[in-house]
């Protein structure tokens, strides 16, 4: 007996053993197969990938592979892409770029890829044109640093140096938004003019012969017209302006020496003033609003809408060109976005008891008389039946009567949580829309009459479960306003119709809501319970109503359900509209008749430095050459005390520090530390920190939260450099990044250098 047993046992396990392997070979059926997953899982993507794809040309007929293979790569690329985007928007160019390389390198067609690089290549001629332009402001070339900073704007409007940069400049122009129509600097030089009631004709040819400048008249000018004019200590430039716009007259510059003089007419416009083409590729917006905008504001003269490219090609002036570029790229935005993380969670407990004796309840008998078959029924009764034929009861020949008795304590318990977290995108004042659940039919009778009734049945889906709406709205300080609509249905029977139809009953619970989060804030919907208890009692009538009986010879039924839906949701926002300084989003327009015309304005003059022309018989010429074009020595101005600072201002270096605003978690980033305006010859030492508790330096060194740099030319970090950080943090938060004790020294000379701070750089970690 004892060896039977041990070779059922031993039979056991052969099937086990087997029946493992069986499942593992099914599971697997190629081993490279599923080393490429485990290497996938590990983070090799290149190697497990490659291990998929020989898989895949070892079985050529196995869809599973072919699938993961396909889905595996998709995920992969992703990853990598998103990673990319992240370094090149951070500022870590060369990361990026050896991101978007190892993109291609997996999947050489990667066309997001090529277009990343190709970015790439643009961001760095970007910023070496920001950093030139910076050089000149430096030097105090605003208009030579604006020119540059507008052409990368406007092929890359998003681009943060130049933003940052255009910034700087506006605040330093007076009128940044117009071009640059001015005259050359041999016209800057100060003036003294004082003329009354001169012709037209002499003040031009005066200013000619004396500042060398050559005038063009067109032929409808009345060079006859009377003027009179008196100003001291001005520019040329300025004069000029002055004494067209005072006579309706405007100019066209020839060359750096030579303007052309018209009337200023709507006709002689049309002949003389320099019109640009220009073609608007809007991104976002409505190419038929935007178009409407520009029509109604800048009053532009001719505009061509292509609604299928969504672009339109204006042609106008120049100045209104520039004024349309502003309009454009303050109102082609991208829609803000924000990412809904939602999780909801379905509690479900049930709690059921079945308890008491179940007793006999009926007796049926029939007092008529005996049959075979109720012969049978009495001899088998059993010793009542023939109890009560003894007793002389013989009619009651059939007697029915069940002898069985039943005690019932019966519990049971059910738990059931469904939790679902779906993560849904979407667009600022958009809708979206989350159910789960399912869709159930109903059928619903139709009866054709007639003769022979056709009875036909049409399935109407109906959803159940959860079903959520949230229509966002975003607004500029990262807060998030939410209409949400929350309803939970499940059906609970059927409802009798006429025809043998029959309709559902749906039990519903709904939750309607407004409410405003911050970015990365959670709220909780609580309360949407459903609590139910059934209680049924079965026994013999009249002991029910015996107070002790009633429990003792009853059976009781009870059914307790309880339902509770809980709902977490919590906004990220992914992309917001951003917040404009007063110098981008109010700027000069121009005139009424002419959008983006250039303002008329001359210098401050000092006190009693106009004067009118003694009266006497050359009333009406001027005073004299000399005294017209040459300031008095009485009425020089005095010198500036400012000049020196200003000018010792300038030439000071400067540190930049460039960080991203906001990080992920456990994510990377570059900080960028850079010397501005500092000759060839300064060497500077500065001093980063950080709080080692919340940033991790990834240059290998200890972990103090302080580093040491040194920037110049002649070093190999040179005038820029740049220092990775990887968060550590637990919770999200903020951080600084400060640079302090930054010591500079001229090597020409070992003289020591002042250098000024930037601010400390705020990282928000989200």
């Not at 092929?155 to 940069?165: C, D, G, I, K």
């Not at 000069?588 to 983006?596: L, M, P, Q, Y």
Request: proline share 5%.
């Amino acid at each position: 007996m004892r060896s039977w047993r041990i070779l059922f046992l031993s039979l056991l396990l052969a099937i086990t053993a087997g029946c493992a392997i069986n499942n593992k070979t099914f599971g697997t059926r190629n081993i490279v197969f599923d080393d490429g997953q485990k290497l996938i899982t590990e983070g090799k993507f290149e190697n497990g990938l490659q291990k998929l794809e020989q898989a895949a040309r070892e079985e050529p007929e196995n869809r599973e592979i072919r699938t993961v293979l396909i889905r595996s790569r998709e995920e992969v690329l992703g990853k990598l892409f998103f990673e990319a985007d992240s370094m090149r928007f951070s500022g870590d160019l060369d990361q990026a770029e050896q991101g978007y390389q190892r993109i291609l390198n997996i999947y050489p067609l990667h066309e997001r890829a090529k277009e990343g690089i190709e970015a790439l290549k643009s961001e760095r001629r970007h910023i070496t044109a920001v950093d030139s332009a910076k050089a000149l402001l430096t030097r105090n070339d605003v208009a030579g640093a604006e020119i540059i900073v507008r052409a990368v704007l406007q092929e890359n409007p998003q681009q943060s140096h130049a933003r940052e940069l255009i910034s700087q400049i506006n605040s330093r122009m007076t009128r940044p938004e117009v071009s640059d129509l001015a005259l050359e600097s041999a016209f800057k030089k100060a003036l003294t003019m004082e003329f009354k009631d001169t012709d037209l004709k002499s003040v031009f040819e005066i200013m000619s012969r004396t500042a060398g400048i050559n005038f063009v008249f067109d032929k409808d000018i009345r060079q006859e017209t009377k003027i009179s004019i008196f100003v001291r200590n001005n520019t040329i430039e300025d004069i000029l302006k002055l004494l067209l716009i005072t006579n309706q007259l405007a100019y066209k510059v020839l060359n750096s020496n030579s303007l052309l003089i018209y009337p200023g007419t709507p006709a002689k416009q049309k002949d003389y003033q320099e019109l640009v083409v220009r073609s608007f590729h809007i991104a976002y917006t409505d190419v038929k609003q935007m178009v409407a905008m520009i029509r109604g504001i800048v009053k532009a003269k001719d505009i061509y809408v292509n609604e299928q490219l969504n672009l339109f090609i204006m042609r106008d002036t120049l100045e209104a060109i520039r004024l349309t570029e502003r309009l454009v790229s303050l109102n082609d935005l991208a829609e803000p976005e924000v990412m809904l993380d939602v999780v909801i969670l379905e509690i479900a407990r049930n709690n059921d008891f079945l308890l008491g004796p179940k007793i006999p309840t009926s007796l049926t008998f029939s007092g008529f008389g005996a049959t075979a078959a109720t012969a049978t029924t009495a001899a088998t009764a059993g010793p009542g039946a023939a109890l009560i034929s003894q007793m002389g009861f013989d009619g009651l020949k059939s007697f029915g009567m069940d002898s069985r008795a039943v005690i019932d304590f019966k519990q049971t318990l059910s738990n059931a949580d469904i939790l679902a977290n779906p993560r849904i995108r979407v667009s600022n004042k958009e809708k979206a829309k989350i159910h789960i659940g399912e869709k159930r039919p109903f059928f619903t009778a139709n009866v054709q009459p007639g003769i022979n009734s056709i009875v036909t049945s049409t399935p109407t889906f109906i959803d159940l479960g959860v079903k959520l709406d949230v229509e966002p709205r975003i607004g500029i300080n990262d807060d998030v306003t939410m209409k949400i609509t929350l309803e939970v249905s499940n059906r609970t029977g059927d409802l009798q119709g006429p025809s043998g139809a029959t309709a559902p009953i749906v039990g519903t619970r709904t939750a309607e809501t407004i409410l405003t989060l911050k970015d990365g804030e959670t709220q909780v919907l609580a309360g949407l319970i459903d609590n139910r208890e059934t209680r049924s009692v079965g026994g013999l009538a009249g002991l029910l109503n015996i107070p002790g009986l009633d429990r003792l010879t009853s059976s009781q039924n009870i059914g307790r359900t309880k339902t509770e839906i809980v709902l977490l949701i919590t906004p990220r926002i992914i992309r917001n509209i951003p917040q404009l300084t007063n110098q981008e989003s109010e700027y000069h327009f121009g005139t009424a008749s002419e959008a983006g015309k250039l303002p008329v304005t001359i210098k401050r003059t000092e006190a009693q430095s106009l004067s009118i022309a003694p009266s006497g018989p050359n009333r009406g010429a001027a005073r004299s050459i000399a005294d017209a074009f040459a300031p008095s020595d009485d009425q020089i101005p005095p010198p500036n005390p400012f000049a020196s600072a200003a000018s010792s201002a300038t030439a000071t270096p400067a540190l930049t520090l460039q960080a991203p605003t906001n990080v992920g978690l456990d994510k990377e980033f570059s900080v960028n530390v850079r010397l501005v305006g500092a000759k060839a010859t300064v060497n500077t030492d500065l001093q980063l920190t950080y709080e080692s508790s919340v940033l991790e330096a990834l240059d290998g060194g200890d972990k103090s939260g302080t580093r040491t740099i040194k920037l110049g030319k002649d070093l190999p970090t040179g005038l820029a450099t740049q220092v990775r950080f990887k968060v550590i943090a637990a919770n999200p938060g903020a951080t600084e990044i400060n640079v302090q004790n930054a010591v500079a020294e001229d090597l020409e000379n070992g003289a020591a250098v002042e250098v000024t701070l930037p601010p400390p750089a705020s990282v928000n970690i989200k």
